[in-house]
C-alpha cells in the first residue's frame, strides 16, 4: 500500500514563530502537493512539486514556501505564522500520468495562537 | 479557468435511503473525474474514478458515470448506511496534472 506520512497530527505554535510541516511518500511518486483545507472553502492548492528540487506556486502561496531535496520528502514552510494560517494541512503524491489519483497522508492541524 | 462544483451540504439522510450528490465541472478536453471521502479525522482516500467519457466508476456500493454531454459526475448509492457518514469531494485533473476539488459535501446517515 501507498504511504503518506505527515510528521504531526496536531501541532500548536505562536504567531510570528517559523512552523515547518514534514511529509513523506513511500512509493517513489513524482508530484508531491500540498493543500489546506478549510471549512466551505474545500482543498486549496499551496504548492506542488513534479521533481526533486522543482517546485511550483498553487493557488494560495502567499507566507507559505516549500522544500523538496529528496524525491519521497516535501516540507512546507510557515515563514512567519499567523493566525490565518490556522488550518489542516494535507499532503499529497501520485505517480506521473493523466489517470492516477493522488494519494494523501492522514493530515496536520496546526493552530496558531 | 479549471473548476469543480458541488451540492452544498450537510445532506440528512435516514439509513438505506437513496444518495446523490452532484457534481459539474468546467470541460478543458476530457479530464480523468475522481470522488474521494474523508471520514472523520483522517486525510482523504479515493472512493472511485472515472478517466473517460461515459466511463462509470464504482467501488464499496457507490456509483459514478462520466458524462460529458452535461459535464457531470454525480456520485450514487443505492442504500446508504451510518458508516457512510463522512465528506465527500468531487475532484477533476487539470491540464497540468493537478487536482481540483470541489468545496466538499457532508453527509450524515441516521440510524
Known amino acids: 500500500d501507498v504511504k503518506v506520512t505527515q510528521s504531526s497530527r496536531y501541532l500548536v505554535k505562536r504567531t510570528g514563530e517559523k512552523v515547518f510541516l514534514e511529509c513523506v511518500q513511500d512509493?517513489?511518486?513524482?508530484?508531491m502537493f500540498w493543500y489546506r483545507q478549510d471549512p466551505g472553502l474545500g482543498l486549496r492548492l499551496i504548492y506542488f512539486s513534479y521533481d526533486v528540487k522543482m517546485k511550483e506556486k498553487g493557488d494560495i502561496p502567499e507566507g507559505y514556501s516549500v522544500s523538496r531535496e529528496k524525491k519521497e520528502r516535501f516540507s512546507l514552510i510557515l515563514e512567519s505564522a499567523s493566525t490565518n494560517q490556522t488550518s489542516m494541512y494535507l499532503c499529497a503524491s501520485r505517480p506521473g500520468g493523466v489517470e492516477t489519483e493522488a494519494f494523501f497522508g492522514q493530515g496536520t492541524r496546526l493552530t496558531v495562537v | 479557468g479549471d473548476s469543480v462544483t458541488q451540492m452544498e451540504g450537510p445532506v440528512t439522510l435516514s439509513e438505506e435511503a437513496f444518495l446523490t450528490i452532484n457534481c459539474t465541472y468546467t470541460?478543458?478536453?476530457?479530464?480523468?473525474l475522481f470522488w474521494y471521502v474523508q471520514y472523520p479525522g483522517e486525510g482523504l482516500q479515493l472512493l472511485l474514478k472515472?478517466?473517460?467519457?461515459?466511463d462509470k466508476g464504482s467501488n464499496k456500493g457507490f456509483e459514478a458515470t462520466y458524462r460529458k454531454e452535461t459535464t457531470s459526475f454525480h456520485l450514487e448509492k443505492g442504500s446508504v448506511q451510518v458508516s457512510d457518514s463522512a465528506v465527500y469531494f468531487c475532484a477533476r485533473m487539470d491540464s497540468s496534472y493537478k487536482l481540483i476539488f470541489g468545496s466538499g459535501t457532508r453527509l450524515l446517515v441516521r440510524p
Open positions: 470541460a478543458t478536453g476530457y479530464p480523468s
Open positions: 512509493m517513489d511518486h513524482e508530484n
Open positions: 472515472a478517466t473517460k467519457a461515459d
